[in-house]
Structures are given as structure tokens and as C-alpha cells.
């Protein structure tokens, strides 16, 4: 059932998104500014944690969980290290995701060519 609970979530988090960036003039870029935002605040709201622990990955994987974790990643650093924490948790609790996209970015790049 975890899995279906991952699915309809992830799935009802990608509708919204594909409705905003259908319904709105907002550009693609926008609206997933706008979802990192949202899961953000959310996360800052204490709202977003019980959503992760129901849905798992179908609420960490979109844009909103990176939100999510930039927003824990701050919280926590800044508990550890002091106002320093602001600048250097959300680098440091995203840094992998962030590494991923740049790599595979980049081997897309090198080994497709853009059509003209």
C-alpha cells in the first residue's frame, strides 16, 4: 500500500504542477521555482515532514521535497554550527541531488546532439 500512497502523491504533486504551468502564464522555470518555494515554506510550516512520512519517496522525489530539504538542511546546521548554518545547510543537504543534475546535465550534453 506504501507504494500506492507514493504513486497517488508524487502523481497529484505532478498534476498541480502540469495545471499551474497549463493554467497560468508562468513559464516552466517559474513554476518549478514556484513548487521548490511551496515545499519550502510548507516545510518551514512544519506541514511538509507528516506528508514525506505517509508518501515516502512520492513526496521527497518532486520539487516541493527539495524544498523540504533545503529547508532541513538549513534548520539543522543552523542548530549545530550557529547563524553560519543559514548559509551552509541547504548546500549541504542538497549537494548530492545538485551533483546528480549538473553530471547528468552534462553527459547529456556530450553524448546527444540538439536537434537544429
Excluded: K
Aim: proline share 5%.
Amino acid at each position: 500500500m506504501d507504494y500506492v500512497w507514493a504513486f497517488l502523491v508524487g502523481g497529484l504533486l505532478c498534476v498541480a504542477a502540469q495545471i499551474v504551468a497549463d493554467g497560468t502564464p508562468l513559464t516552466p522555470a517559474h513554476t518549478m521555482v514556484l513548487f521548490v518555494v511551496l515545499g519550502a515554506v510548507a516545510s518551514g510550516l512544519g506541514l511538509y515532514e507528516p506528508l514525506i512520512q505517509f508518501a515516502g519517496a512520492g513526496a521527497s522525489v518532486p520539487l516541493p521535497g527539495f524544498g523540504h530539504a533545503l529547508v532541513q538542511g538549513i534548520i539543522q546546521e543552523s542548530a549545530r554550527t550557529g547563524w553560519v548554518g543559514l548559509f551552509t545547510g541547504g548546500l549541504a543537504a542538497t549537494a548530492m541531488g545538485v551533483t546528480a543534475a549538473v553530471l547528468f546535465g552534462f553527459l547529456a550534453a556530450v553524448l546527444f546532439n540538439p536537434r537544429g
